[in-house]
């Protein structure tokens, strides 16, 4: 095979860490994504889509994709595909980006090394501003439910011993929250993704109320009585 005609494309990808993103992180990432590509690649090549009733819509635009009203307030399953040709027949690059409750994939590819490099540091550097503040207990998960694991069969051993009924009350809580870590998506509390399409109180959202609620349990079992 003549040297001249082979060809390399280079490619990038990797898992993002969990982020919280409101709309205006999301046109402001499109525009990231769009940079570098024409505006005939965009019109014919961009697409961002989302599940809505468990049916996969697209657009290649946007705005437009967040302003219907049937995504509700938030969602966390969003897709980015763009794609462009150095000539009418000649692949030259493609930037795929995923967001979903498990997790937030990013893959770049193309002909030009140096271009591949930019652009997914570019996507990720953003992201990485957006990392959402419950991302250590996604990635601590297990090490958390092992903990809560000892302290649940600390407190039944110490409850046990002591052969009082009422010492068995406080540790209801902790198993309660034990069933929970162990048998509950927790990704539809904590997901990957989070994107807020409407701004709501940032106190009360679901994943600080969760939060607070099992520091509140752990702490009246420890308090409680035992460990």
Same mark, same amino acid.
């Given at each position: =095979?003549?040297?001249?005609?082979?060809?390399? $494309?280079?490619?990038?990808?990797?898992?993002?860490?969990? $982020?919280?993103?409101?709309?205006?992180?999301i046109?402001?990432?499109?525009?990231?994504?769009?940079?570098?590509?024409?505006?005939?690649?965009?019109?014919?090549?961009?697409?961002?889509?989302?599940?809505?009733?468990?049916?996969?819509?697209?657009?290649?635009?946007a705005?437009?994709? /967040?302003?219907?009203?049937?995504?509700?307030?938030?969602?966390?399953?969003?897709?980015?595909?763009?794609? !462009?040709?150095?000539?009418?027949?000649r692949?030259?690059?493609?930037?795929? /980006?995923?967001?979903s409750?498990?997790?937030?994939?990013?893959?770049? #590819?193309?002909?030009?090394?140096?271009?591949?490099?930019?652009?997914?540091?570019?996507i990720t550097?953003?992201?990485?501003?957006?990392?959402?503040?419950? $991302?250590?207990?996604?990635? *601590? #998960?297990?090490?958390?439910?092992f903990?809560?694991?000892?302290?649940?069969?600390?407190?039944?051993?110490?409850?046990?011993k002591? !052969?009082?009924?009422?010492y068995?009350?406080?540790?209801? !809580?902790?198993?309660?929250?034990?069933?929970?870590?162990?048998?509950?998506?927790?990704?539809?509390?904590?997901?990957?993704?989070n994107?807020?399409l409407r701004?709501?109180?940032?106190? /009360?959202?679901?994943?600080?109320?969760s *939060?607070?609620? =099992?520091?509140?349990?752990? *702490?009246?079992?420890? /308090?409680?009585?035992?460990?």
């Open positions: =095979m003549a040297e001249n005609s082979v060809e390399k $494309c280079y490619e990038r990808h990797g898992r993002i860490k969990p $982020c919280v993103l409101n709309r205006d992180d046109l402001a990432l499109t525009a990231i994504i769009q940079r570098t590509f024409t505006k005939p690649e965009i019109d014919r090549y961009f697409r961002v889509s989302t599940v809505l009733n468990h049916t996969r819509v697209f657009s290649n635009s705005e437009h994709l /967040l302003s219907l009203e049937e995504l509700g307030d938030r969602i966390a399953d969003l897709s980015f595909w763009i794609e !462009g040709w150095d000539q009418k027949t692949f030259d690059k493609n930037i795929l /980006l995923d967001f409750k498990y997790s937030i994939q990013l893959n770049v #590819e193309g002909t030009d090394p140096v271009w591949v490099y930019d652009t997914y540091n570019s550097n953003y992201l990485k501003n957006k990392t959402a503040w419950y $991302c250590p207990i996604i990635i *601590m #998960e297990k090490v958390i439910l903990f809560i694991t000892i302290i649940l069969i600390a407190n039944t051993i110490i409850a046990v002591k !052969g009082i009924y009422s068995y009350l406080d540790k209801l !809580g902790l198993l309660v929250l034990w069933i929970f870590l162990v048998f509950y998506d927790t990704r539809k509390i904590w997901p990957y993704s994107i807020r701004e709501d109180n940032i106190y /009360l959202t679901r994943e600080n109320v *939060m607070s609620v =099992m520091i509140v349990v752990v *702490m009246l079992t420890i /308090l409680g009585g035992t460990v």
